[in-house]
Each structure stands twice: as structure tokens, then as C-alpha cells.
């Protein structure tokens, strides 16, 4: 049934159920079923003409995942610093199954438009973030997003098999960081890190977005250092609160810093 969410895009943005039907191949009736299901908590709304979009609750959702996850949560004050120190766009990531998204982005007084902001799924293997994901990523995951993205990896030489792609990823890995330039907008460019969380395990990725004249002159080191930095405090008080929301000490033993992950 959630599939059915997976349809709506910008440039399919109503449909119906016949259409729901042929495309998740399933039958009328379930298809019925599934829009009735998603109707009633505001997932989908009636767009007239037996077509249907995406609801207003999903507004809503996005509301509470800003103000709930941990990571943005516990994280804004870092991310905000940073943010106004360097005048960049700073920007976060997640992998979600094959899926590579930014999370949170906030505007730098540079004044940068990145193509691939809060809320959209990026290239599998282009972006200094997309490269910091995989690079941090369990090799039975990075295996699988692979598999499902066989078409797009082709067409890059940073990944056109999986040997070659796991090559170029332990090489980000050893740096330590990931930058790209002009690889998802002509006139920007990036750098990454990666970026623990300690509520799940995981680990997601920072990065900030510069013009290529800024790229050019910026001291790279510094940078790195500045987004580490960013990256541990927003550790630490993650830790700090705890991932329920209450205030907790942080937990002992773990190593927060990023440096050489």
C-alpha cells in the first residue's frame, strides 16, 4: 500500500486507480483499497476527475520529523553555526534502502541554488554527499543500492561495476571526506563528511555547497576541520538529550570524533 505514495512525483502528479492498478501490477479492487486506506489519514486527497495527489498530512509528518528526528533536532543549533560561519548552504543526507536523500538543508548568505535540496533523492554516484554515504556504508547495503541502480552506475565511470565503484569508495574512505565539483550543478561545488548517529547506529552524511570560484580559493583542511567539528557537536548533543527527548549523559565509551572514519 505505501508503494502507492512511490508514484506521485513532479512530473506524474495525480492518479487514479485503474492507473495505481496497471503500474503496481495489482487489481482494481486492491487498488481501491489501498487509495480508500490512504484517504482516510490525509496520505492522498480527491483531485476531481476520479484522480487523486498527495494529502496534506504528509505535510504534517515532515513537520514532526523536523521537530522529532534527533539528528535535526538535537543537531540545529551545530548546523545553524556552521551555516553562519562559512556562508555556505549546509546540507545533511540519509540512505534509505536504494535511496539516497537530503534530509535538512539551510541557506548560506553565499546565495547558492543546489538542484538537490531538503526532500530530494539524489544520484546514486555522483555529489560529494552521495559519495560520503556509500563510502560509510556496509558492504552487503552498498552490494544492493548498486544492484538496484545498474543502469545509472553505467553511465559512470566512478562506479561502472561494483569492484570499481568499492575502490573509489575506500579511497574517500582513507581521505576521510568527499567533495565533487560540478557534478550535480555546473556552477557549485561540495564537500562532505560523514556524519554518526548515535541513536541508531548509523551514519548519515554533512556537507556544505560553494560556488566553483569559492572552491578554488577555499582551504580545503580548514574546511574539513569546520565540518568535523560541526559533525561532533551535533554527536555530543545528540547524546547530550538522549534520542526519547530527555536529558542523558553521553554514552560511555563511544567515540564521536570523526576524524579517520
Known amino acids: 500500500m505505501l508503494a502507492v505514495l ?12 485503474d492507473a495505481i492498478a496497471q503500474r503496481l501490477d495489482c487489481s482494481l479492487p486492491t487498488a481501491y483499497r489501498y487509495v480508500r486506506a490512504l484517504l482516510q489519514p490525509g496520505l492522498l486527497r480527491r483531485a476531481g476527475a476520479g484522480t487523486y495527489v498527495l494529502g496534506p498530512r504528509i505535510v504534517e509528518l515532515d513537520f514532526r520529523m523536523r521537530t522529532t528526528d534527533p539528528l535535526l533536532r538535537d543537531g540545529d ?4 553555526a556552521l551555516c ?12 534509505l534502502g536504494d535511496r539516497l536523500i537530503t534530509v535538512q538543508q539551510l541557506h548560506g548568505s553565499e546565495g547558492v541554488s543546489a538542484s538537490f535540496g531538503r526532500g530530494r533523492r539524489m544520484p546514486a554516484f555522483r555529489g560529494m554527499l552521495s559519495k560520503t554515504l556509500l ?3 556496509p558492504r552487503p547495503a552498498l552490494r544492493r543500492l ?6 545509472e552506475a553505467a553511465g559512470e565511470a ?6 570499481t565503484l568499492v575502490a573509489n569508495l575506500k579511497a574517500i574512505r582513507a581521505q576521510g571526506w568527499a567533495s565533487s565539483v560540478g557534478e550535480l550543478d555546473p556552477g557549485l561545488a561540495g564537500i562532505a563528511v560523514p556524519l554518526p548517529r548515535p541513536d541508531d547506529g548509523g551514519t548519515a552524511a554533512l556537507g556544505v555547497i560553494l560556488s566553483k570560484r569559492r572552491f578554488a580559493t577555499t582551504d580545503l583542511a580548514a574546511m ?3 565540518l568535523r567539528t560541526t559533525a561532533d557537536d551535533v554527536v555530543r548533543a545528540i ?7 530527555s536529558r542523558a549523559g553521553p554514552a560511555a565509551g563511544r567515540q564521536t570524533s570523526t576524524a579517520g572514519r
Open 158 to 163: 566512478f562506479a561502472q561495476d561494483f569492484d
Open 224 to 226: 574539513v576541520r569546520r
Open 84 to 95: 553562519e560561519d562559512t556562508g555556505c548552504d549546509v546540507v545533511v543526507a540519509e540512505a
Open 135 to 137: 563510502a560509510w556504508m
Open 77 to 80: 543549533a551545530a548546523l545553524r
Open 6 to 17: 512511490d508514484l506521485f512525483t513532479e512530473r506524474e502528479p495525480a492518479w487514479t486507480p
Open 239 to 245: 547524546d547530550a538529550r538522549g534520542a526519547d527527548g
Open 146 to 151: 548498486h544492484a538496484a541502480h545498474l543502469d
